[in-house]
């Protein structure tokens, strides 16, 4: 005769999951956010030189300050030119008309408090990537046990374009921090906030 086999455990109940989870603590994806970003500025700051950008040369957005400079690259002219001078449209060529106007206009915002719109670019970056890190994390806690909440956080913070969320002059993470926060109040009952 067979042994037998006992019967699979069943998981707890989906409010003892949601008590345990709620508790965890909040600033574990902030602080993984910090410790990677202070990876990738290090990176960049010691290859910059040496990354081979494109045949044209690189505009010198902050001289005497190469390592800004890696941030500032590519699209990063067109959110530069529509903060400060507003679009424009010239039938036949490329224009600044194909980029939406919430990253430029925070960026024209912190002109205003930081002199410069590019600096100003790589703060409202690095300010919506850590709020998209604070929301992730509170998002994932509430469904995942904090060892694999912070896995899934460390794998989407390593994830190779995740760059974009650590100062780029590019508006992917104040659109993912929106998007996640128009989720996160949909979930919590605040359709109009979201």
Known sequence: MLPRQAAPTRPDPPDAVG???????????????????????????????????????????????????????????WYHSIAERGYSYVPGRQSAVAFFPAYPLAMRAGRTLV???????????????????????????????TPAAGTAMGLFLLYPYAYYLFGAVYADA???????????????????WA
Request: a negative charge; hydrophobic letters at 55%.
């Open 19 to 77: 008590t345990e989870l709620a508790t965890a603590p909040w600033w574990p994806g902030p602080l993984l956010f910090c410790g990677v970003g202070v990876v990738v500025w290090a990176v960049l700051s010691l290859s910059v030189a040496h990354l081979p950008w494109s045949s044209h040369p690189r505009p010198g957005y902050f001289p005497g300050q190469p390592w800004l400079e890696g941030w500032v690259q590519w699209d990063a002219g």
């Open 115 to 145: 002199g410069d719109s590019l600096l100003a670019g790589i703060l409202v970056t690095l300010g919506a990537g850590m709020a998209l890190a604070t929301l992730l994390w509170s998002w994932l806690r509430e469904r995942l046990s």
């Open 174 to 192: 104040l659109f993912l921090a929106a998007v996640l926060g128009a989720f996160v109040l949909l979930e919590r009952g605040h359709p109009w």
